[in-house]
């Protein structure tokens, strides 16, 4: 805001919106109000009617002092009721608008926590035949895709924006339902799979990883919580996640504030907080580690550095990755090419070279782009 001087322009917008919200807030105390007094009004007019008739039948000696009395007894314990009635059905209309919102909880479908066994240390995922669009909206993002992965393999999505990477993982990750058809682990429908279990499965790295500001043991520690006391555990994860420097810096201390909450927070480059965030899925003893364009934020040798790092960590684990820059898919043992909704091919890197598809052009886009700028640098 500082950079672009907008500061007023979305102060300007804050205000307005604010007085906006105001004036609502006072035309809607005001009919209220009018209400109120149109009722205490007529009330009044009530009473004042009532009192005035009694007077002009006790100056007739129509009535007698008596029955003049009770009925003004009887005029004002009427007003009370009035009252109470109307306070009533005020706190009937409050409880209906609540029990309205019970009832769209109830409304919301039954989610079945029954625990199934499921094999974490051999899973062999599946996607068959699944189509997706977003709430709301009529665009199909998945338009029948079908793939599977196995244990102890490496597989690498690849494709476009859009093209539905990430939304893959999202599914995979119980965070959305499929549209249609099904994704099973080990034969056995993922809906019907508690997300405990899951986690025994696979742990994420997103493209939109969260930066905690809590202490550096408890950012790592989330990846798997019941290891929040093990020092060297979370050490390891956090050689492997290529953050031990980051531990170096703060001379050790596990238990050093990060973030700009507390008046002692380390704040991180957005580089070193990408690290933190694939230490703390290193941590996780899953089967899978699934990692959304993991290396975002990292300059080219530290990200040559971590693809070194993830194939002596993924010997030991599964691995589907999400990269924009293609050089990654090379450690993978199988690729999938996603355009326009759909797996468009199906290879190892050397095959989809080989075959001169939509892979290979991509991936001699993109090295020429590079020796381009070599060679600029060269002449230079």
Request: proline letters at 2%.
């Amino acid at each position: 805001m500082k950079i672009f001087g907008a500061v007023r322009y979305i102060l300007a917008k804050w205000k307005a919106l604010n007085k906006k919200v105001l004036d609502e807030r006072v035309k809607t105390t005001i009919r209220s109000q009018k209400y109120f007094a149109i009722s205490t009004g007529l009330m009044i007019l009530w009473s004042g009617l009532i009192v005035m008739i009694l007077i002009w039948e006790i100056s007739h000696h129509a009535v007698s002092i008596g029955v003049f009395t009770s009925v003004i007894s009887s005029a004002g314990t009427i007003l009370g009721l009035s009252q109470g009635l109307s306070r009533t059905f005020s706190t009937l209309s409050q409880e209906h608008m609540i029990i309205k919102h019970y009832e769209k909880f109830l409304s919301l479908p039954e989610i079945d926590n029954t625990k199934r066994e499921v094999d974490v240390s051999s899973p062999h995922i599946v996607f068959e035949n699944v189509h997706f669009a977003y709430p709301n909206t009529d665009v199909e993002i998945l338009k029948g895709v079908s793939m599977d992965f196995y244990a102890n393999e490496r597989i690498s999505l690849v494709g476009e924006n859009g093209a539905g990477k990430s939304t893959i993982v999202k599914l995979l990750c119980k965070l959305y339902q499929p549209s249609s058809g099904r994704i099973t682990i080990n034969g056995i429908d993922i809906n019907d799979i508690p997300v405990c279990e899951l986690k025994k499965i696979f742990s994420v790295v997103f493209q939109d990883y969260a930066s905690y500001s809590l202490t550096l043991r408890e950012n790592i520690a989330f990846g798997d919580i019941d290891k929040i006391a093990d020092d060297t555990a979370l050490a390891d994860a956090m050689g492997q996640g290529l953050a031990i420097g980051i531990l170096e810096n703060l001379h050790r201390n596990l238990d050093t504030n990060l973030g700009k909450i507390e008046e002692n927070g380390v704040d991180l480059s957005g580089g070193q907080w990408q690290r933190i965030a694939i230490s703390r899925a290193c941590l996780s003893d899953s089967s899978f580690i699934i990692l959304d364009e993991p290396t975002a934020a990292l300059d080219p040798v530290a990200e040559a550095e971590m693809y070194r790092t993830f194939a002596a960590v993924l010997e030991k684990k599964g691995c589907i990755l999400i990269s924009h820059r293609l050089a990654s898919a090379k450690m993978a043992d199988k690729i999938y090419v996603l355009k326009d909704g759909v797996v468009a091919e199906k290879g190892s890197h050397e095959e989809l070279l080989a075959r001169g598809g939509l892979y290979e052009s991509m991936f001699r886009s993109q090295s020429s782009w590079y020796q381009e700028q070599d060679g600029e640098v060269s002449e230079a």
